[in-house]
């Protein structure tokens, strides 16, 4: 039987909670008694950039999100919808299938396996580098910050304790597996709206 979460999972912040990123320590009491000084503990500040990159997928989502309202294009539509599938895939499998703990001590009660934050991180990931190596997208500094940043969700979560290796390796795979499915669509919706223009020419 698995080990109940930290007792200071209680004291942190519900955004924080309801986004799986608490930290190892009581880090938000500890800042509100010290104030920023607190962060010149390097183990402290450390922590908070595990925190940090935890929440990157969700702040990526919304940006995705935001991107297809913006452009409103197949491209942006394809992967949003990819993303969502990947999501919701993922917690079917977990309660369904697998139904395999979080590991002890971890914040969060709910099934671990899949990690949902590293299914995000590996088809983001894998989106951008098979653009960039196969389609030949031009690499830009933003893709180059993007893809280092979500290399390191799978570890922030192990670091966090909440997903093991196991957990972050199944939810890179399926995220690797979602972004090959998410192009394939996006390479045969673009194949079939060029030859529906060819024919409308001839």
């Known amino acids: 039987m698995r080990q109940p979460p930290f007792e200071h999972c209680l004291d942190c912040p519900l955004i924080i909670k309801l986004m799986d ?5 009581p880090f938000w009491q500890i800042v509100q008694e010290e104030g920023l000084s607190s962060l010149a503990d390097a183990s402290l500040l450390y922590e ?15 940006i995705l999100g935001i991107l297809l309202l913006k ?10 919808g990819t993303h969502l599938c990947a999501h919701i895939t993922c917690d079917v499998v977990k309660v369904i299938y697998f139904k395999e703990d979080r590991p002890d001590g971890s914040c969060s009660l709910k099934y671990g396996l899949p990690s949902c934050h590293s299914i995000f991180a590996g088809l983001y990931t894998s989106w951008v580098l098979i653009e960039i190596l196969v389609i030949g997208t031009k690499l830009k500094t933003k893709h180059l910050i993007a893809v280092i940043s ?4 799978p570890y922030s979560r192990i670091y966090l304790i909440y997903h093991t290796l196991k957990q972050c390796i199944y939810g890179w795979t399926i995220g690797f597996i979602f972004a090959v499915m998410g192009l394939t669509l996006h390479h ?8 529906k223009q060819i024919k ?3």
């Open 21 to 25: 990123a608490c930290p190892l320590s």
């Open 48 to 62: 908070l950039f595990m925190v940090i990159i935890s929440l990157l997928p969700w702040i990526f989502g919304l």
């Open 71 to 80: 452009r409103r294009d197949m491209r942006s539509l394809i992967r949003a």
């Open 150 to 153: 979500m290399l390191i969700v």
């Open 188 to 195: 045969q919706c673009k194949k079939r709206r060029k030859n």
């Open 200 to 202: 409308v020419k001839q």
